[in-house]
């Protein structure tokens, strides 16, 4: 069971000429010729029309008649041909928009590349088998007038789904705001104006070609990455981000020039660069500005070696158009231009396969001259076309089988739409603007070839959110007369010995240094080196024979000098052992002060309290005081670790807080080594029951363990706990406790990997 609905069928002309009267539209199981009497499943005499009843499974097509009176054509079959298998296709319109050249060809190959993307998309069974797309194509010639005529008839009467094109910004930007209008989806596939990227005005455009503020921004990177920070610019003006691009490198643009079409030269305008000394120059023109731009420039002397110019990859075209001697002056010349040639390998493949098997003669008929593969523009034109097929694709297999326009846009600005196409990658910022890098070149004359080449540079990169990264230098830039060094943006004829040339012939000296002779070569001593001695560097006198002192002014002989400089050094000597001194008595009473050690009594948490009969003896050797006897807590947590804590009270009425016992705590703190019960920390105070936390230990005491029937110890085992045990003394030792005074079994721990650890020494 099955269904079309049938909106139009081919033109059928009746014989004799005559306007029809009546058009009758059928479907038959035979695809071929006029189908027999009878074997017609159904007939619709007005449209649009549904055709119902039809079998799965079964291969349809639908046919049309025209007639008058008695006169009827032959049966046409209709543009709306149904599949195999019942499933009938939906017919998707695509109105492109593009330019026809007769002469050279080139825009040409914007319908061929469209052309081309419909074909391989109806040919490939996984994206959008439900869907044919249909490619109406009309030429504008990039006539503002003609394009809007035709985007209309698009949206009006043709009814398409989405437009793609035109080629030239200023029609394009009239035909997108018809399309917003209309609410249908645009695609452009080479205009390049900046008008395009407002979404307020063109929420229903994208464009798989690139914004032309992408070149703009990259001339502020060129400069970025040259170190270059004042530049001249000749040409229209720029948009304001790009200026702001420019300031926040603290690049200076000292020259912006507009030049006018009706000037006969610029000369006037080259000179002003000359004079500002400004020795880098954009220049954003081409064609017959362009020309006179660089014969102006000739005529001024501000081309060649010292002079380093910037332009677009058109610019360089009028550049090459010059003869020979003019084209040597522009070596090195950098050119910033989209490259779009580092496509999907498979798809490109593809498309030249196509390309060798097109009969262009055939499919073309209108087109006298055919363009090279995927030259210019045809690779964002193919790619237009693909990414309105994915977005569409991407919606039905969702389970939208009728996406509307809006869907498809909400899908082409969905940050997670990309894909690799014929021109590169596919993705789309914002404002709907491709994010393309830029590609830096240089002029160079291949004298193998006997021609000049464009190597690449460096690619400047643009996120969809505008960050911009450098790639690294893909081929070392050769600048005019043959060097690799970075020219500077401008100079300062006298040069710069010890200082910055901030401006042309401008030097900024460094602090010491004085531009008596203009290039801060003369240092500077104050108060002067008197009679006998000579200014060298920055408050440095140079003295003559015997003379000494800062400015020359003491005479001294060899052994007052030598007692001098005994005497100095002793000094300096005496003044560091001094200071060491004072620095770890510094650190020691500031590590006190700070009492790491110190806890508060609510992060120790109690399940149970017992008293251990091998408690750990607080009493020190060194002190008569004590502390009382202590509680073990052996159920105890410390910030969620157990932890075992001894309650105590100091046996004296000394506060807990004296130099003494701070040292004393410090002291046991600072005490780590495997061998070593580790305190954690201790929580005194008057309002507080006092504690000290240690590390848990999960055997118990060494007396604990040797009073223990349970276990067996052998000698080896018995020898390992020795061990254990001296090497914690032998730490204590060395540590500045010096002894332990009170050693026994049960001042000794055993923690859960049997692991002897010394414990209750080092506090009073």
């Known amino acids: 069971s099955g269904a079309i609905t049938v909106t139009a069928v081919a033109d059928a002309v009746p014989v004799g000429g005559t306007a029809p009267t009546s058009t009758q539209v059928y479907v038959s199981s035979s695809d071929g010729a006029l189908p027999p009497a009878g074997s017609k499943v159904t007939t619709l005499t007005s449209l649009p029309g549904d055709i119902t009843g039809l079998r799965a499974g079964a291969v349809y097509s639908v046919w049309a008649s025209a007639c008058a009176g008695s006169l009827c054509s032959a049966v046409t079959k209709a543009n709306t041909t149904v599949e195999a298998s019942g499933v009938f296709k939906q017919v998707r319109k695509i109105g492109g928009v593009f330019t026809i050249n007769r002469s050279n060809g080139a825009g040409n190959g914007y319908h061929i590349a469209a052309d081309f993307a419909v074909r391989d998309i109806n040919e490939d069974p996984n994206l959008l088998p439900t869907t044919t797309l249909e490619l109406l194509p009309v030429y504008d010639q990039c006539a503002t007038a003609t394009h809007l005529r035709q985007v209309l008839d698009f949206v009006q009467i043709d009814a398409v789904d989405v437009v793609i094109g035109g080629q030239c910004s200023g029609a394009t930007v009239v035909g997108a705001q018809v399309t917003s209008l209309f609410q249908v989806p645009h695609i452009g596939n080479a205009a390049a104006d900046v008008k395009l990227s407002n ?3 063109f929420p229903y455009f994208v464009r798989t070609f690139t914004s032309a503020i992408l070149n703009d921004l990259a001339y502020a990177e060129v400069a970025v990455r040259y170190g270059w920070d004042k530049v001249s610019v000749v040409g229209s003006s720029w948009e304001p981000d790009v200026y ?10 000292v020259n912006d020039l507009s030049l006018s079409s009706a000037a006969a030269d610029y000369v006037e305008e080259m000179t002003l660069i000359k004079e500002s000394g400004i020795r880098v120059i954009v220049c954003k023109d081409t064609g017959s500005k362009m020309t006179k731009v660089i014969t102006s420039a000739v005529e001024v002397g501000i081309v060649g070696q010292g002079y380093m110019w910037a332009v677009s990859l058109s610019g360089w075209g009028v550049i090459a158009s010059f003869d020979a001697e003019v084209v040597e002056l522009f070596a090195g010349t950098l050119v910033l231009e989209k490259i779009f040639d580092t496509g999907n390998a498979d798809l490109r493949t593809k498309y030249f396969d196509r390309y060798a098997s097109t009969n262009f003669t055939a499919d073309f008929p209108q087109f006298t001259a055919i363009p090279e593969a995927l030259s210019e523009k045809q690779g964002p034109t193919y790619d237009a076309v693909l990414a309105y097929a994915i977005a569409l694709d991407t919606l039905i297999k969702a389970g939208n089988a009728q996406p509307s326009n809006d869907q498809v846009m909400d899908t082409l600005f969905d940050s997670s739409f990309g894909f690799d196409g014929v021109s590169g990658q596919i993705a789309f910022d914002g404002n709907g603007d491709r994010i393309q890098p830029v590609t830096i070149m240089f002029a160079r004359f291949n004298s193998v070839a006997g021609e000049w080449e464009l190597p690449r540079a460096f690619l400047v990169n643009f996120s969809p959110s505008m960050a911009v990264s450098h790639s690294s230098d893909i081929e070392a830039v050769v600048f005019a007369g043959g060097s690799t060094t970075v020219p500077p943006a401008y100079v300062c004829s006298q040069g710069c010995v010890q200082g910055q040339c901030t401006a042309p012939d401008t030097c900024v000296c460094t602090a010491g240094w004085s531009s008596a002779q203009g290039d801060c070569s003369v ?15 920055p408050e440095v006198c140079k003295c003559e024979g015997k003379w000494h002192g800062d400015r020359c002014e003491i005479l001294l002989d060899g052994w007052e000098i030598a007692l001098v400089v005994v005497g100095v050094l002793l000094a300096v000597l005496l003044v560091v052992v001094v200071l060491v001194r004072l620095q770890r008595k ?27 009969r091998s408690a750990f003896s607080m009493t020190s050797q060194r002190t008569e005081s004590t502390l009382g006897a202590m509680e073990i807590k052996t159920s105890a947590h410390f910030r969620g670790q157990p932890v075992e804590v001894f309650a105590f009270e100091l046996a004296t009425s000394a506060p807990a807080h004296t130099k003494d016992f701070l040292v004393e705590m410090e002291l046991r703190r600072s005490a780590d080594h495997i061998n070593i019960v580790r305190l954690l920390g201790a929580a005194v105070g008057p309002e507080m029951p006092m504690c000290a936390v240690f590390e848990f230990c999960a055997k118990g005491s060494l007396d604990d363990v040797l009073q223990n029937p349970t276990y067996s110890l052998d000698w080896s085992f018995k020898y390992s706990l020795i061990r254990d045990m001296l090497s914690g003394l032998e730490f204590i030792h060395a540590h500045m406790l010096r002894t332990h005074g009170k050693l026994s079994a049960g001042a000794c721990r055993i923690d859960g990997r049997w692991v002897c650890k010394v414990g209750g020494f080092g506090l009073d």
Not at 591 to 610: C, F, G, L, P
């Open 244 to 253: 702001l691009k420019y300031a926040a490198h603290g690049i200076t643009i």
């Open 586 to 612: 510094s650190r020691a009473e500031y590590q006190i002060r700070q009492m790491a050690w110190k806890i508060r009594s609510s992060d120790v948490e109690y399940s149970s309290t017992h008293q251990s």
């Open 199 to 201: 979404k307020v005005s």
């Open 523 to 537: 240092p500077e001593c104050g108060s002067g080196c008197g009679a006998h001695g000579t200014c060298v560097s």
